[in-house]
């Protein structure tokens, strides 16, 4: 139980394009999912809190207006990357609370690569 | 604020033995969770044993246990029968205040 899905698993984007991430937790209701972002080598980066039915909390130095966060059901948040540029290549990791209280599951993340 | 610190960058152990993976965090929350997760090369993050801070006894998960002690503000993991599936990047972390915030990792590795 408590299985999360990321799709894709990698993508490959041109420099000003946009990308949309999707997570989704298949067995279980998630009213709070989290994305986060990591470097090679490096520990998880809490980017965002996205609730469902309202607005995604963003963590100091987000920029909201890169990163769009839509979290409209009770099992699926999106991710999307606008504008995307090189800088912005890296892993990106989606969880959601699940049903053993205040407990993330992990999505298998997204390799994104900005050429 | 919360603050998670793994001083080990790097451990290894033999196949069958122990090995014992160290933590220390600080936090200002009275309620809070702590959670060892696991990344393999797959980089899927699996979690390991979670421990409720308000819990005095150790979490225990077949071959995972916890040491934990609140007043020194420790929670090391020990791997029992070390097995070459346990190779991985090992993530201490916190949760307090609705996030969770990770140590930098131990790299486990397992010698045959």
């Known amino acids: 139980g408590a299985v999360v899905s990321q799709h894709p698993s990698r993508v490959i984007c041109k420099s000003g394009t946009s990308v949309k991430i999707e997570c989704r937790s298949l067995d279980f209701q998630a009213t709070t999912m989290f994305w986060y972002r990591q470097f090679p080598k490096q520990s998880l980066m809490l980017m965002a809190t996205?609730?469902?039915?309202?607005?995604?909390?963003?963590e100091q130095g987000v920029e909201k207006d890169k990163f769009l966060i839509n979290h409209a059901s009770l099992t699926l948040s999106t991710l999307t990357v606008t504008s995307a540029h090189p800088e912005d290549s890296s892993f990106y990791i989606c969880?959601?609370?699940?049903?053993?209280?205040?407990?993330?599951?992990f999505g298998p993340g997204t390799r994104l690569t900005v050429l | 604020a919360q603050t998670v610190t793994q001083s080990q960058p790097e451990m290894s152990v033999q196949e069958a033995e122990t090995v014992t993976l160290s933590c220390t965090y600080d936090?200002?929350?009275?309620?809070?969770?702590l959670f060892w997760y696991k990344q393999p090369p797959s980089r899927q993050m699996i979690l390991v044993i979670r421990q409720e801070a308000y819990k005095q006894q150790n979490a225990t998960e077949n071959r995972f246990s916890v040491n934990f002690q609140k007043a020194a503000k420790s929670f090391s993991l020990k791997i029992s029968d070390s097995q070459l599936g346990d190779a991985a990047m090992y993530f201490c972390?916190?949760?307090?205040?609705?996030?969770?915030?990770f140590g930098t990792g131990t790299r486990l590795t397992i010698i045959p």
């Open positions: 996205s609730n469902e039915g309202s607005k995604a909390t963003y």
């Open positions: 969880s959601a609370r699940g049903p053993v209280a205040d407990t993330q599951y």
């Open positions: 936090t200002s929350e009275s309620d809070y969770y």
């Open positions: 972390a916190s949760f307090g205040n609705e996030k969770l915030t």
